[in-house]
C-alpha cells in the first residue's frame, strides 16, 4: 500500500514538473496570435446555439447581429454595420430594409444571403427574439420579413401602434445560417407565425402554441459543428475553457489580429483577479475589484484598465406600502442622511461613482438627455434639513433617536445579497451612517440573487439594492422605476394599468400618480410608457418631466453609477479603444471587428 | 462465496430503497426553495440593455422547461423519468440534459477525489502507526497534534493558503481551471501534463486536510491493537519485527475502511469548498451554479449521484470488510 | 459529514473509566503536559470572549471609511475592515454568533446520536432497525450540498436556528457509533447482571450503558464544536448564507472578497478570525488529547 501511493506520488510529481515546464514553452511559442479574454460562465455541454443562457456561440465572436449598438445615452438607435451593411428606416419607423455585407460569407464558404436572415427572424420568433414575438402584447412588432433579393430584406412593423424601440431590437437579431439550421425549422413555419399574428383567435392561440413548442425544441439545439459568420470559429470547448480559430471567410477577416481566442470561465472575481495579476488576460468584460486590487492589477506590466460610463446604477429602493416609507418626507429625510460619496467609497471604491442627483438617471444621461441640474435637489448631507422633514412626517426625536408618531423607535431594515459584495458592503455603510444620525438601521443579507429577487418581488422587504437607470433607451431607464415592479403593466391598446401595492408584481407600491410642485399631478408610469412611442425631441422633455418628478419624490436614492472597466494587456497586443469609447459595452470580438486591437509588433 | 452473494443482494435492495428515499426527499426539499429561475435570467438581459418587455419575450421559453401540475403529479412524473434514468432538462442551459450536466463535472471531480484520498490515506496511514509506536515521545505527540490541526483547518482555508502562496507569490501553477485549452486533447504527454498540473493544488489541498483524520484513526487503532493478546502472543512465539509489524497492521487497517468509505462519500458532497476556490469545473462546482440559477433538474441529479457514490461506497467497503476481517466472514454483523 | 467524530477507539469496545474521580483524573492528566493546560486556557477564554465580548461594545460599532484595511496599531490592535471598523471589536463581538450556533450544532449532535444510538442499540430488533434506518439516511444524504439548499430555505436570523439545522445534519455518525459500542457493552458480564437483578431499562441504560459510552461523546462534543464551526464559517465564506450580523465567517468573506488575498492590504483583517479558529481548534485539540487519556488508559504506555 504504501509503496504504491509512494510511486503514485512521484508520478504526479514529474508529470507536473513536465507540465510546468512545457506550459511555459507553449506560453512563448503561441506569441501575439492568441487572444485571451473573460467574457461568460463556459459550460461545455452548451449548444452552440445563441439563444441559450449558457451558449457557446459567443456574441461578436462567432455569432453575428445585424448591428451592434453603440450603447448611446439618448439614441438607441445608433449602430455600427454588422452583418447589415447598411440600412433604411422608413419615417414612420415600420419599415427597415437591411442591406446584408456584398463578402458576408460562413466559416465553410457559402454566402449569407436574404434566406439566412429570413429563417433567423423565423428562429427568432420561436426563441423569443427581441422584436420578434409570436405573442402580441409582450413585445415584438414585426409582423412581415420579405427577402427582396440575396443581400436585401425588407423587415415590417405593425403599423398601427409602432415602438421606437423596433429598430434597434430588429438590429440585435443573431443572423444563423440557414442551410444549417433549416432542417429543424419546419418549412411552413411563416405561415404559422402569419397565423399566430393575425388569425382568429382560437387558429391565433394553435399557432402560438407550435411556435411556443418548437422553440423548446430549438433553444437546446445547436450544430455540432459550428458554422459562423463572424471573425472566428468555435474549435473546442472544455469544462472551463472555450477555443475560438480565425475565420478566414470573415468579410473583415484583415482586420482580425488574432488566430485564436480563449474564452476563460467567469466563474467568480477573485479567479479574475489572479489571472489579471499574471498578466494573462487581453481583455476581459466588466470585473468588479476593489481599489487596492485594482492598484495591483494596474502594477503588473502591460495591464491597463478602459473605462466607460455605464447605464447601471445601484439604488436603494423603497418599498411604499410599508409605513412610514410611504411618506415622502421619510424618504427625502433618510436621502439628507446619507453621504453618497462614502458608500460608494466602501462599496464599489474603483468601478463606481457616486450618484450625483436621485433622480432615476445616471450623470451621464442627465448629462446625455440635456437634463437642467438647476431644478434638481442633490441631497447633500443636512441633518438639519433631514430633522425638518422628518419632522413633517411627525417623527419625533428623543435621547438623540428617531420615534415613529406612536413612540415605536424608527427602524430601517436594509436588504441586499451575500451574491453581491458591494451592495453588501455598501449596505452596512448606510446603516452606519444611519445609525451615526440616530436611525435604527439593520442590514440583512439574502443567501442568493434568485432568493433576493423573488423575496423583492413579493413584497417582503422594506429598504432594499436594486439596479436602476439601465439603459440606453429613456423607456428601459424608467421602466426600471415605473414599470411593472411599480405597477405599471401594458394594457390593451398601447396604455398601462396600474394595480395595486402587492399584485400583479408590484413590490415598489409607489401612488399611482402625485402633485408635484412646477409640474401638477403627474403619473409616472403612463409617461414611462409614452416614452416608447414618441419621437426623440418629446422624450427629452418627458425624460426631464421624470427626472423632477423622481428627485421630488425619490422612490428610490441612487447611490452610485457603475463605471463599465474593461481590463486588457498590452503586452500582446495594442490598438485598444479608448475611455468612453462607445464600444465599450460590446464584447472585445466586436472591438476587433470595428478595426481595434491589433497585434503587437515584435 | 454464496454468502457474499447473498449479503450483496441484500445491500442492492436496501441501496434502492435508500435512492427512492432521499430522491424523495430531495425533489419535496429543492421545490420548497424560494427564488425564481426565470427572474435572475431576465436581470441579466435587462442589464445588457435589452428592453423589459423584450426580457420578458426572451425568458418566456424557460417557463416551458419548469414542470407543471401539482406537486404529486410532477414527484410521479419525477419517479417514473428516474425510472428511465431521464433526469430532465437544464434550466440553466436551456433544453440540454441534466445528467449530461452533471456527468460532465463527475468526471473532474472522481478524478480529485480519488487522487485527494490517495494520498492522504498513504500519508496518514504510515504517520499514524510511527505516531502509535512512539506515542509517548515528542514525535508521537507532535504528529498527533499535527493530525489534529491538520484536520481541523478548514478546506477552504487550505485552499487559500495553497492559492497564494502557489499561484500569486510564487506561480508555478495554473489558476484556475481542469486543463490548457491550446494543449490538444488526447492520450499525449502535453495534455496529461497539463491534467495533471492543474489538479495538483486541489488535489493536495484535499490530501492535506483529509490526512490527519486517517493519522488519527490510524493512531488508535494500532495502539488498541497492540494491547490484543494475539500481538502479545506473536510476541511470545518470537516471531520477527516485521511480522509483528504486518500482524498489527493488518488488523489495525480494518476500522480504517468504515472511515475510508465515509470519506469517499464526504469528498464527493464536500467537493464544493475546493472546486470552488481553485474554479475547477467539477460537480462541487455544477451544484452550487445549479443552486443560484434554480435549476431544479440538475440539482436533484446532482443530489442523487453524489448520494449513490456514497451508498456504492458503503457497500464496497462493507464487501472489503467482509473479505478481509475473519470475524465478520463467520457471519457476525459488520459495524459498517 | 462528521467524519472527525470518529476518532476514538474505532471498532474496540470503550473501557470503563473511573467514575467518579472524572475531574481530579482530568487535573492530573492535564498537569502532566503544559499543552494541555494551555489548550483547558484556550478553550475557557474563548468560552469568556463569547459570554462577555458583546456587552463590551457598543451595539453599532463605530466606522472610519478614511482609515479602511488599516494595519494594527496601538488604537487598533488587529487594524480595521472595509469601513474602517475595529477588527478586534469585530472579532470579539462576532464571538458569540460562531460560538453559540456552533455549540448548539455539537450538543444537538451529542444528544440525538447518542439517544438514538443507546436506544437502537439496547433495544435492538424493530426498533433499532427502524433507528438505523434513519441513522443511514442521514449519513448518506450530502451533508454540505443539503446545507447549501438549506440556506436558501432558513433566515438564520439567530445563532440557534442556525446551530440546530447543523446539529441535524450530522448526528448519524455518533448514533452508529454508539449503537454499535452498546451492542458489544450488552453483552459484557455486569449489563447481564444488572438485567439479571431486575432492574429497569431506565435504569440499565442510565446507571450502566451511559457512563461507559460518556467518554465518546463528550470527545465527539468537543470535536464537534471544531467540526461545527469550520462548517458554519465555511458556508458563510461561500456567501451562500443569509446573514444580518457580523460573525468570523462574514468577516473573511468580506475580506477575501475584497481582495485581500491577492492584495495583502487589510491581511490583519482576514488573519484575524482564522487564527481565532484555529487557536480555538488548537485549544480543543489538545484538551481533547488530555480527555482521550483520562477515558482510554490504553494509550498511556506505563
Known amino acids: 500500500m504504501r509503496r504504491t501511493a509512494v510511486a503514485a506520488t512521484a508520478l504526479a510529481l514529474c508529470a507536473t514538473l513536465a507540465a510546468t515546464s512545457c506550459s511555459s514553452s507553449s506560453s512563448s511559442s503561441k506569441g501575439g496570435g492568441t487572444f485571451t479574454a473573460i467574457l461568460t460562465q463556459i459550460d461545455s455541454k452548451a449548444p452552440i446555439n445563441p439563444y441559450n443562457q449558457s451558449t457557446n456561440s459567443f456574441r461578436g465572436y462567432n455569432a453575428m447581429m445585424l448591428g451592434w449598438s453603440k450603447n448611446t445615452a439618448t439614441d438607441p438607435n445608433k449602430f455600427y454595420p454588422a452583418i447589415a451593411k447598411s440600412w433604411e428606416l422608413s419615417p414612420d419607423g415600420t419599415k427597415l430594409t437591411v442591406h446584408i455585407q456584398p463578402n458576408a460569407k460562413w466559416s465553410d464558404g457559402k454566402p449569407v444571403t436574404g434566406d439566412d436572415l429570413k429563417l433567423s427572424a423565423a428562429v427568432a420568433y420561436a426563441e423569443g427574439g427581441s422584436a420578434f414575438a409570436a405573442i402580441p402584447g409582450t413585445a415584438g412588432g414585426t409582423v412581415d420579413v420579405k427577402v427582396i433579393d440575396d443581400k436585401t430584406v425588407e423587415f415590417d412593423q405593425n403599423a398601427t401602434k409602432p415602438l421606437n424601440t423596433w429598430f434597434a431590437n430588429v438590429m440585435t437579431m443573431y443572423v444563423l445560417p440557414a442551410h444549417v439550421w433549416s432542417a429543424q425549422v419546419p418549412s411552413d413555419i411563416w405561415d404559422t407565425i402569419h397565423t399566430a399574428l393575425t388569425g382568429s383567435a382560437a387558429d391565433a392561440k394553435t399557432a402560438q402554441d407550435t411556435i411556443t413548442a418548437l422553440g423548446k425544441k430549438l433553444i437546446g439545439w445547436g450544430p455540432d459543428k459550428d458554422v459562423s459568420a463572424g471573425p472566428f470559429t468555435l474549435t473546442r470547448v472544455t469544462t472551463s475553457e472555450a477555443l475560438l480559430t480565425k475565420n478566414k471567410n470573415f468579410y473583415d477577416a484583415d482586420k482580425i489580429a488574432p488566430s485564436q481566442v480563449v474564452i476563460k470561465n467567469y466563474q467568480d472575481n ?120 422628518f419632522q413633517q412626517a411627525g417623527l419625533k426625536q428623543a435621547g438623540g433617536k428617531w420615534t415613529l408618531p406612536d413612540g415605536k423607535p424608527f427602524t430601517v431594515p436594509i436588504q ?24 435604527d438601521a439593520k442590514v440583512t443579507a439574502s443567501s442568493d440573487y434568485a432568493t433576493y429577487l423573488a423575496d423583492l418581488a413579493a413584497g417582503k422587504f422594506t429598504v432594499s439594492w436594486w439596479l436602476t437607470a439601465l439603459g440606453p433607451s429613456a423607456y428601459n431607464i424608467y421602466q426600471r422605476l415605473y414599470g411593472a415592479a411599480n405597477g405599471w403593466t401594458l394594457g390593451t391598446g398601447g396604455g398601462v394599468a396600474h394595480s395595486a401595492a402587492g399584485q400583479s408584481g408590484n413590490w415598489m407600491g409607489e401612488a399611482e400618480s402625485a402633485d408635484v410642485s412646477g409640474l401638477g399631478t403627474v403619473n409616472p408610469g403612463e409617461l414611462t410608457n409614452q416614452l416608447s412611442q ?69 | 462465496m454464496r454468502n457474499l452473494l447473498v449479503r450483496l443482494a441484500g445491500h442492492l435492495v436496501r441501496a434502492l430503497v435508500m435512492i427512492w428515499v432521499v430522491a424523495t426527499f430531495t425533489f419535496f426539499l429543492i421545490r420548497l426553495m424560494p427564488g425564481d429561475p426565470v427572474a435572475a435570467q431576465y436581470e441579466k438581459l435587462v442589464q445588457q440593455g435589452m428592453s423589459p418587455d423584450a426580457a420578458r419575450n426572451a425568458t418566456r421559453l424557460t417557463y416551458g422547461f419548469l414542470p407543471t401540475g401539482s406537486g404529486w403529479d410532477q414527484y410521479v412524473h419525477y419517479l417514473w423519468r428516474l425510472l428511465h434514468f431521464d433526469f430532465g432538462r437544464s434550466t440553466q442551459t436551456l433544453g440540454v440534459n441534466a445528467s449530461a450536466e452533471v456527468l460532465t463535472g463527475a468526471k473532474w471531480t472522481i478524478g480529485l477525489v480519488l487522487a485527494g484520498i490517495l494520498i492522504s490515506f498513504a500519508l496518514g496511514t504510515v504517520l499514524g502507526v510511527i505516531a502509535a509506536i512512539r506515542r509517548s ?153 445549479s443552486i443560484g440559477h434554480r435549476d431544479y433538474s440538475t440539482m436533484n441529479a446532482t443530489f442523487l449521484l453524489i448520494t449513490a457514490a456514497v451508498i456504492v461506497a458503503n457497500i464496497v467497503a462493507d464487501l472489503l470488510y467482509t473479505a478481509i476481517d475473519p470475524r465478520v466472514r463467520r457471519g457476525g454483523e459488520a459495524v459498517a | 459529514m462528521v467524519t472527525a467524530v470518529e476518532i476514538p477507539t474505532g471498532n474496540t469496545p470503550a473501557l470503563t473509566p473511573a467514575r467518579r474521580g472524572f475531574w481530579r483524573n482530568l487535573w492530573r492528566v492535564l498537569r502532566r503536559k503544559p ?143 454508539v449503537r454499535s459500542q452498546t451492542l458489544s457493552l450488552r453483552e459484557r458480564g455486569f449489563i447481564e447482571a444488572a438485567r439479571g437483578l431486575g432492574l429497569s431499562t431506565a435504569h440499565v441504560v442510565r446507571k450502566e450503558l451511559l457512563p461507559n459510552v460518556a467518554p465518546y461523546v463528550a470527545m465527539n462534543l468537543l470535536i464537534s464544536v471544531t467540526v461545527y464551526i469550520y462548517l458554519e464559517v465555511g458556508l458563510f465564506f461561500l456567501g451562500v448564507l443569509p446573514f444580518n450580523e457580523n460573525n468570523w465567517g462574514v468577516m473573511i468573506s468580506q475580506a477575501v472578497q475584497n481582495g485581500v488575498t491577492q492584495t495583502g492590504q487589510g491581511l490583519a483583517y482576514l488573519l484575524s478570525p482564522l487564527v481565532a479558529i484555529l487557536l480555538l481548534t488548537l485549544g480543543i485539540v489538545l484538551l481533547v488529547d488530555a480527555m482521550d487519556e483520562v477515558f482510554n488508559p490504553r494509550l498511556r504506555e506505563d
Open chain 1, 270 to 389: 477573485s479567479t479574475i483577479v489572479n489571472l489579471l495579476l499574471k498578466g494573462e488576460i487581453d481583455g476581459s468584460v466588466y470585473v468588479a475589484v476593489s481599489q487596492s486590487q485594482l492598484d495591483k492589477i494596474l502594477a503588473v506590466k502591460g495591464n491597463q484598465v478602459v473605462s466607460g460610463a455605464s447605464p447601471v446604477q445601484a439604488s436603494l429602493v423603497f418599498n411604499e406600502s410599508k409605513k412610514p416609507f410611504d411618506n415622502v418626507h421619510v424618504r427625502r429625510g433618510l436621502a439628507y442622511l446619507i453621504d453618497r460619496a462614502q458608500v460608494t467609497k466602501v462599496g464599489e471604491s474603483s468601478s463606481g461613482k457616486a450618484s450625483p442627483y436621485p433622480a432615476g438617471l445616471t450623470a451621464a444621461q442627465i448629462q446625455g438627455w440635456g437634463v437642467s441640474t438647476s431644478g434638481l435637489n442633490a441631497y447633500s448631507v443636512d441633518t438639519a434639513k433631514a430633522a425638518t422633514e
Open chain 1, 416 to 439: 441586499t445579497t451575500s451574491d453581491f459584495n458591494d451592495w453588501t458592503s455598501g449596505a452596512s455603510n448606510v446603516a452606519a451612517q444611519l445609525q451615526a444620525a440616530g436611525v
Open chain 1, 534 to 602: 414618441v419621437p426623440p425631441d418629446q422624450q427629452k422633455q418627458i425624460v426631464a418631466k421624470l427626472a423632477a418628478f423622481t428627485n421630488d419624490q425619490v422612490p428610490a436614492i441612487a447611490m452610485w453609477d457603475y463605471v463599465n472597466q474593461n481590463f486588457v494587456n498590452t503586452n500582446r497586443f495594442t490598438g485598444f479603444p479608448p475611455n468612453d469609447a462607445d464600444v465599450l459595452r460590446q464584447p472585445q470580438g466586436v472591438w476587433m471587428q470595428l478595426g481595434y486591437i491589433k497585434a503587437k509588433a515584435k
Open chain 2, 137 to 289: 515521545s515528542g514525535v508521537g505527540d507532535a504528529l498527533t497534534i499535527t493530525g489534529s490541526l491538520f484536520h481541523a483547518i478548514p478546506q477552504f482555508v487550505m485552499a487559500l493558503v495553497l492559492i497564494t502562496v502557489f499561484t500569486v507569490i510564487w506561480p508555478v501553477f495554473p489558476t484556475d481551471g481542469n486543463v490548457d485549452i491550446l494543449v490538444d486533447p488526447g492520450f499525449n504527454g502535453p495534455y496529461v501534463a497539463s491534467l495533471v498540473s492543474h489538479a495538483s493544488l486541489p488535489a493536495l489541498a484535499y490530501a492535506l486536510s483529509m490526512f490527519g483524520s486517517y493519522l488519527l484513526t490510524m493512531r488508535s487503532s494500532v495502539i488498541s491493537v497492540l494491547g490484543d493478546d494475539f500481538v502479545l502472543a506473536a510476541e511470545l512465539r518470537g516471531l520477527t519485527r516485521t511480522m509483528r509489524l504486518r500482524y498489527i497492521a493488518r488488523n489495525a487497517l480494518l476500522p480504517l475502511f468504515t472511515i475510508f468509505a465515509l470519506t469517499i462519500g464526504f469528498m464527493f458532497g464536500g467537493a464544493v469548498f475546493i472546486e470552488k476556490a481553485f474554479n475547477y469545473p467539477g460537480m462541487g462546482i455544477t451544484l452550487i451554479n
Open chain 3, 35 to 177: 499543552t494541555r493546560v494551555a489548550g483547558a486556557v484556550i478553550v475557557a477564554l474563548f468560552v469568556v470572549m463569547g459570554v462577555v465580548g458583546p456587552f463590551l461594545y457598543p451595539a453599532n460599532l463605530p466606522t472610519d471609511p478614511g482609515n479602511a484595511y488599516a494595519g494594527p496599531s496601538g488604537s487598533h490592535l488587529l487594524g480595521t475592515d472595509f469601513q474602517g471598523t475595529d477588527v478586534l471589536a469585530l472579532l470579539v463581538t462576532g464571538s458569540r454568533y460562531v460560538l453559540v450556533a456552533a455549540v448548539i450544532a455539537a450538543a444537538c449532535t451529542v444528544v440525538v446520536g447518542t439517544g438514538i444510538g443507546l436506544y437502537a442499540g439496547y433495544r435492538r430488533g424493530g426498533p433499532d432497525s427502524v433507528l438505523m434506518r434513519i441513522t443511514d439516511f442521514i449519513i448518506t444524504i450530502p451533508g454540505l450540498p443539503l446545507l447549501l439548499v438549506l440556506s436558501t430555505l432558513w433566515k438564520y436570523s439567530n445563532p440557534l436556528t442556525m446551530g440546530l439545522v447543523l446539529g441535524v445534519t450530522g448526528w448519524g455518525s455518533v448514533a452508529r457509533a
